[in-house]
């Protein structure tokens, strides 16, 4: 990671060298040149080439060296072979940050990602921030900076956008100008050498400009960095990012592009979902939410109110309500009242507010005046359908009132397209997101309100389990040494006990007698099971027997368990049996695992035994480390939660239990990061206590890597 | 239902009266004069005033009585008190059709209703096909007749609209004005006193100017003309309908409406679904549709090709197809090699097919006609960046050129506004639909394909079950004349038996020594249940053992059975136990039932026993009747159903016995409308078998209606 100064020179640069630069309209070279005159850029703009001459009014600079030291800029454009020429020039400079154009890098692998690493390996020593290679560039509104060869220059507003592809700035660049929509920054990753979509939210965090970020990737490689970054930021402004290649035939798609590796899209979902991001699946969304995010405070709850002029319009909301997390506001007595005061006797008073196709402005006002003053309402839509009595732009004038004075959110809904025009970019203009059908308004509202529900929610907290860490790793250095990746059975019983981790009463017992004694303790029911380092699959050999009630069906079963696995196994080494306690009646059975994600680390998985995870694929994840909160939910998530809460009349399962094996769990994906996956399965958990009956652990051998 | 040609006559009337005209320009009675001139009316129209004079240069008619008889289309807008003394007045002279625009009917309530009633049996009485009353009035482009006080004219086109919602017309109305959308017929039901949905579906089904059927609705009244006229339309030409008021806070708003009572949401999906109806949940969709149907042929099969510039784009549409019941076509060999002789070598010849950014528009065009030939390809998307070098009006060209030859769909998504504002004019000029992302295009790719399935699907093929009747009728008309609603047990069973079900094999034992025969018969081992008439709640007695497996064990517990009854019951009538035969081991519990809904009839209900009923809400549903497709998929549609088909090397269920079952529940409950709820539950399913085992109906007493 440059210095941060080093970032601000790239996005606020009061020196820019373009090298490559050229006087032929159209070439790359050019563009950029005139791209950083056409936003009106102040500063001091070198063209270099070692033609010199003059391009677009500019004397040209032959050598990279006779650029003023400590230069704040480098924008790269020429062909392949000369870039790592050119970077080291500009390091010898001292320049500050550099953007490379060229292509041809890690993306079309081979000597591209030799090329790659060297640049990578410059930047590093000379601490350059440096943007692409394999990119469109960077515009920074507020200074007149467009350093890129995108066509046309963005007005300035309060969105960041980032991508990893260039082809979408191009595209959302073209849209925006279209569609009326500004920026404060606009920045081409390419291939993220060295600055990655973590470095921007840093800086986009701080930057005052900047109301709400947006990014387009196609993979993270730095998890960890990621999640801190985006943790940090969305606490402070909203980041809305689509992240592509989320499916089978996306990912084949994204490897081939960038030579991204996509990783699993539901780890992508928990990275985001821990770090308060809020992904969508398309661009339309993304600006929709944007505009939404940019212009109106946050909904401090999730009950809407709907004002309309028409009752099918208003259906259709209170359908997209329905579906979504926001409620219909219940309206107090009190607002019921006062509304009934001024609105015709045949308006509908409860929500949606329906004052009736012949409203004029005054009525809009003096509704949404009162329905706005209500407590139990926490964000507002604005349904106008163009009738022929109605007055859209003296309504949009009421709905900007209302807006600037009640402080919470307010979306308006204009149907239609041609009659509509003017209040929409009246409402516009003045903050207010207006949506030609209620839909797109209603998800707005609602992924404003969880965003919300994000943002202030209680600071995670996080358990300290402090377990025998060095009697776990010396499990695995065994298995490491002799390069078993398994560990299962009594050495996976081992970790356990490392870890308290609850597991069944068990006790091994030589003989018949012994297994009695054992039993005696326990306490009658107990299960038997063959005790022998040689047999891994005891029910092959008929080595388990449950349900045993007293002591003569202990006896009987350990000689019948003991002579039938001799038989069976003749080369086996039989210690005797297992005699562990039975789980009792009402006993339900959870499965907690981890995988290890190669960008974002363990993440945990939790779900009921058998066909609710098998079949049924009603499975929760969070990403490791998790808080309390976090344990709480994961059980919560899934769907047969029901089953732990209890049916008919059933006690709920101990919850706190549970959640403690699954807090040890992340604890030991922590701790442990020779583990690859584990798996405790089953749990049993009942309303007493949750024990860990069976375990799995994988290793990741060195020799696998 | 009016006779056919009177609907002719709404919608090609030669003559048109509008009762109610008004020379005050702004007043509905002068504007619906205003746009039938305006909309380019060529027949006779006749403004009708008591107070004579002159409208819109048209000479005003003081009387109905003095309007030509036979009239085809009456207009009433006249204050309510005046609508049926108007009506009547049209009768009178044998107007064919009239459209009432004036409020103030069924969804005022009240006299509203009763004014309402009257209207249909004048209609009825007359043959007369009304439209409304409560509505914004009907359109035809083809022969300029504007029949409505909308503001605006739309233009032709061949998509048809029908509206519950007056608003919701105008709002659309002047969307599609501004969106340049045409249209064949716009149509307000209002409350649907007459015409509803059904009659607009029957008529639009023969109207050549038609291509695509469009409707928003808040409920359906008469579910059986629905189903029936939407069948047999839908395999005519699509239909995409929006019915509103789907949840709960939806149909509060609907039910205050128009009066609607709103059904419950599932049915009207099973009803969509049975009819072929596209159902979708907001307006975007509904014309994203249209468009996409009435410009491009069905896809033949799922599989897409996408042809990009780019590779964000491209994987962006990969990603949805993913997401979406398309597969990403894999192009053939041949394809490839001919890809290869012309195409770049660092472009990516699978699919998405990226030609680079440096396309022209002549590579667009050799790769479409390329793509366009491989069998394997069933739809085509052709993705564009404006990137500096393509030539995007060029390439509109070239998509237009291979969508004309190909014979398959063809879907252009040219990213960006501005600039490709120009090519997206041609496109759609050409019927190609054109979007500024790749989502909304894979959607109705999508929704295309699924509606190609359900055309081409085989004729459904139903059984004929024949029951006896006459058995369960007197069953039920017991149950009736003691004012029972629920039959179960004896009863039941009886019912059961009447069509042919199979049932456990059961015996009544008046002594332990005839249940030990009656076991001895049945095999072992047997359940044993108390039988007694006033005992309904068996467990509460301690009245079921099971797993009875030798006489000893079943004499035993017939004499504890019997005791214990007797002790805790001294009022009751032990007839002795009931012998049945016990569920073998590994069979599955599954319940089939149904719910009578007041519009749609029966619809029939499936899922696992227990939690994954109650629990997941794992359940499927159908409408009645079942075809044997039905039963099929009913069964198939459940997450749980890899339970039946068996996991882990267990054998499959009997699903040809199971789905036999459900067929006769179909039928049962088309043959006994009597019966409002009914619930076979559990019915036992294992490999050789599935009887019923326990069964509840519920009827629909008179005197409760």
Redesign the interface.
């Known amino acids: 990671m440059p210095a941060k100064d080093n970032l601000h020179a790239l996005f606020y640069p009061e020196t820019v060298a373009v090298i490559g630069a050229s006087s032929a309209p159209?070439k790359?070279g050019n563009?950029i040149v005139a791209n950083m005159i056409g936003a009106g850029y102040r500063g001091k703009l070198f063209p270099v080439n070692p033609k010199g001459g003059e391009i677009e009014g500019l004397a040209v600079v032959s050598d990279i060296a006779d650029l003023p030291r400590g230069l704040d800029l480098g924008v790269i454009s020429v062909p392949r072979q000369f870039v790592i020429p050119s970077l080291e020039a500009l390091a010898e400079i001292g320049a500050k940050s550099v953007i490379v154009i060229t292509a041809g890098f890690k993306e079309?692998g081979g000597e591209g990602y030799h090329l790659e690493q060297k640049i990578i390996e410059l930047c590093d020593k000379h601490g350059i921030a440096l943007l692409g290679p394999n990119c469109l560039g960077m515009m920074n509104t507020a200074v007149g900076v467009n350093a890129s060869?995108a066509?046309?220059h963005p007005n300035p507003g309060s969105i960041a956008f980032f991508?990893?592809?260039?082809?979408?700035c191009?595209?959302?660049?073209?849209?925006?100008?279209?569609?009326n929509v500004g920026f404060s920054k606009f920045v081409s990753l390419g291939n993220k050498a060295v600055l990655d979509e973590a470095d921007m939210l840093e800086y986009l965090n701080n930057d005052e400009d900047t109301r709400v970020i947006l990014g387009?990737i196609?993979n993270v490689e730095h998890g960890e960095s990621f999640l801190r970054q985006a943790r940090k930021t969305c606490l402070n402004k909203p980041v809305i990012m689509?992240k592509?290649?989320?499916?089978?035939?996306?990912a084949?798609?994204?490897s081939?592009?960038?030579g991204a590796i996509a990783g699993s899209d539901q780890t992508y979902t928990a990275a985001f979902h821990k770090s308060g991001v809020i992904r969508v699946?398309?661009?339309?969304s993304l600006f929709n939410l944007a505009q939404a995010f940019s212009s109106q405070p946050l909904p401090k709850g999730p009950n809407l109110v709907v004002v309309t002029?028409?009752?099918?319009?208003?259906?259709?909301a209170?359908?997209?309500?329905?579906?979504s997390h926001l409620?219909?506001a219940g309206l107090s007595q009190k607002t019921i009242q006062r509304l009934q005061e001024f609105l015709p006797s045949?308006a509908?008073f409860?929500n949606?507010v329906?004052i009736i196709?012949d409203a004029d402005a005054k009525r809009y006002r003096q509704t949404l005046d009162v329905v706005a003053e209500d407590p139990m309402v926490h964000s507002i839509m604005v349904l106008l359908?163009?009738?022929?009595t109605v007055e859209i732009e003296k309504t949009a004038e009421a709905v900007i009132h209302t807006a600037k004075k009640c402080g919470k959110p307010v979306f308006a809904c204009f149907?239609?397209?041609?009659?509509?025009?003017k209040a929409r970019l009246m409402l516009m203009e003045a903050g207010i997101p207006c949506y030609?059908?209620?839909?797109?308004a209603v998800r707005s509202i609602e992924t404003m309100y969880e965003y919300y529900l994000w943002k202030h929610r209680p600071e995670p907290k996080y358990a300290r389990i402090k377990g025998d860490k060095e009697r776990a790793l010396k499990v695995i250095r065994k298995h490491e040494q002799r390069n078993e990746p398994e560990i299962v059975e009594f050495e996976a019983q081992e970790v356990l006990k490392a870890y308290g981790l609850p597991t069944p009463q068990t006790s091994l017992a030589r003989s018949s007698d012994e297994a009695v004694a054992a039993a005696e303790e326990i306490g009658y029911p107990v299960v038997l099971k063959i005790a022998s380092p040689d047999i891994s699959h005891k029910s092959d050999v008929g080595g388990v027997k449950v349900n045993l009630n007293d002591a003569a069906e202990v006896m009987s079963a350990f000689k019948d368990i003991t002579a039938r696995a001799q038989r069976m196994r003749q080369e086996a080494y039989i210690a005797g049996c297992l005699v562990q306690e039975m789980a009792p009646p009402g006993v339900k059975e959870v499965i907690i695992g981890f995988k290890r994600d190669e960008q974002f680390g363990p993440m945990l998985m939790f779900g009921l035994g058998g066909?609710y995870v098998?079949?049924?694929?009603?499975i929760s994840f969070k990403l490791a480390p998790l808080s309390y909160q976090d344990a709480f939910e994961i059980v919560r998530e899934i769907?047969?939660y029901?089953?732990l809460k209890g049916?008919k009349g059933e006690e709920p399962v101990n919850f706190v239990a549970l959640e403690e094996i699954i807090m040890i769990m992340s604890q030991l994906a922590l701790d442990l990061p020779q583990v690859w996956e584990a798996e405790f399965n089953p749990v049993l958990v009942n309303h007493e206590r949750a024990i860990v009956a069976d375990v799995r652990l994988t290793l990741h051998l060195k020799d696998e890597q």
Do not use: C
């Open positions: 159209g790359v563009t079309v060869f066509a046309g991508s990893q592809s260039g082809a979408l191009v595209a959302i660049l073209d849209w925006a100008l279209g569609e387009y196609e689509i592509s290649g989320t499916t089978a035939a996306g084949k798609a994204a081939s592009h960038t699946g398309d661009v339309a002029n028409s009752g099918g319009p208003g259906i259709l209170a359908d997209s309500a329905d579906r409620t219909m045949y509908a409860y949606p329906d196709g359908t163009p009738t022929a149907m239609g397209k041609n009659r509509v025009r030609a059908f209620p839909e797109p066909i098998e079949i049924m694929k009603d769907k047969s029901m089953l049916l």
